[in-house]
């Protein structure tokens, strides 16, 4: 359990996606659509690097859906039913959420740039190694063979 709690803290996409969940129950008043789209526009780059690298389109399309779950969904959500701001407070508290990501990378001794680098390569790969994913990524493939196979 520990082993999946660091894998998934070490993408500040989690976290992103873990202020939005507060920000729309209430708990945490900063929006946080900038900081997403920012992480929007980083993924898109991944996936015009995967494509360019001719990915199997089973990876391609497992990477773009992991990340329309937790970035285009939260997106169309804070867009369609929430104020659009980026001021102050939405930048403080991003730049505070960013500060706590690199400390606690620091405290784990995790390198976010290998974590990176690590999962782009599983893509490029076509790794099947589950140590080497994320929960995500497992869960994914648990679905779409279920799917698949009936």
């Not at 620091?106 to 099947?128: E, K, L, M, T, V």
Request: charged share 15%; proline share 3%.
């Amino acid at each position: 359990m520990i082993k999946v709690v660091i894998k998934m803290v070490s993408f500040v996409s989690y976290w992103f996606f873990f202020w939005f969940l507060l920000f729309i129950s209430g708990i945490v008043k900063a929006n946080p659509l900038g900081f997403i789209i920012i992480g929007l526009i980083f993924i898109l780059s991944q996936i015009l690097y995967l494509y360019l690298k001719k990915v199997s389109t089973y990876n391609l399309t497992k990477y773009i859906i992991i990340n329309l779950l937790i970035k285009i969904i939260p997106i169309i959500i804070l867009i369609s039913y929430y104020p659009i701001t980026f001021n102050y407070n939405d930048i403080s508290f991003g730049l505070y959420l960013l500060f706590i990501y690199g400390l606690v990378m620091i405290s784990f001794q995790i390198n976010p740039i290998n974590s990176y680098n690590r999962i782009i390569h599983n893509y490029i790969d076509g790794n099947d190694n589950d140590n080497e994913k994320t929960e995500i990524s497992k869960t994914y493939d648990y679905l779409y063979n279920k799917i698949h196979n009936k």
